[in-house]
């Protein structure tokens, strides 16, 4: 029988499931930061559109939960580190789908794993063994058997802001493995949101532009899903453990093959497929190793 120490089975399907529709709804917010860009919405509108209306998911969520008292923080200048090194990672994220085909977008964003390996040696003083730099090293030739260079359907500039995104997303997470146990998942959303949005309001008068319906509800969704998502993404990490949740992040690939085709009438190639497949196994195989390291 499951101890109390043990997720129970349904508690890790239902974690999986939260982690699934979390990566769908992810895919969903690159698109509608594609679409945004290709309308002529500058990127900190876009930030703006994508945070403060997150607000609606995310603070609903905390009344119902923890309530609003759980916002106090006494650790602000932590928060702001972590929301200026993730504002980093969302502008390159939606940097790079405005320069590359969404599929290719999404696959420099799994890259974060690796880049979460190097900054726990660099930041937190961790011990890496030679099994995860291995996986490190494999991973980024993942990244440059994706990107074809020579051949590419964007170009290095959108590659650049890809890797930057997510070396934006992994200090992020770093950044949060640091904070000390008094800042709750709801308190760090919160203050990341916040921020993201005042510097996104802050570029209006530095031209914005006036949404027409169909963008107005684009701009709306993305940060209503996105709100969703960093909720389901919570969810999930309560549920199940790490090593479970982690290989399910890659059938966003799918998603971002779907909607790149269907909205853009992007084509996936045997190259995206193989790069990857690489990146994929090498932070598969890091999350498996952190498994082993820290007997979670």
Do not use: N
Request: net charge positive.
């Amino acid at each position: 029988m499951p101890t109390a120490h043990t997720p129970l089975q349904r508690d890790i399907m239902l974690g999986v499931l939260a982690r699934l529709a979390a990566v769908f709804c992810v895919a969903c917010v690159s698109a509608g930061a594609k679409w945004m860009a290709a309308g002529g919405a500058p990127l900190l509108q876009i930030i703006f559109c994508r945070s403060f209306f997150a607000f609606i998911p995310i603070l609903l969520h905390i009344r119902s939960t923890v309530g609003f008292g759980a916002l106090k923080t006494q650790r602000p200048w932590r928060h702001l580190t972590r929301s200026a090194v993730g504002l980093m990672g969302m502008s390159g994220s939606f940097l790079s789908v405005a320069y590359l085909p969404l599929v290719q977008a999404v696959t420099l964003a799994f890259s974060a794993p690796l880049f979460m390996t190097i900054l726990s040696v660099v930041l937190l003083k961790e011990r890496v063994g030679w099994h995860r730099w291995l996986a490190v090293f494999v991973g980024f030739a993942g990244v440059v058997i994706a990107m074809r260079p020579g051949d590419m359907h964007g170009s290095p500039l959108g590659v650049f802001f890809g890797l930057m995104g997510a070396m934006g997303a992994a200090s992020a997470m770093t950044s949060i493995r640091s904070m000390p146990r008094s800042e709750s998942g709801p308190t760090i959303v919160f203050y990341f949101t916040l921020s993201c949005s005042v510097v996104g309001l802050a570029s209006a008068p530095f031209g914005w532009i006036t949404p027409g319906p169909q963008m107005l509800v684009v701009m709306v969704g993305t940060g209503l899903i996105g709100g969703i998502a960093q909720l389901l993404l919570t969810a999930a990490a309560r549920l199940a453990p790490l090593p479970i949740l982690a290989p399910f992040d890659y059938t966003q690939l799918i998603w971002a093959t779907g909607l790149g085709y269907f909205v853009w009438g992007e084509r996936l190639d045997g190259w995206i497929i193989a790069g990857a497949a690489v990146i994929a196994a090498s932070g598969v195989y890091i999350v498996w190793r952190e498994k082993l390291v820290r007997g979670l």
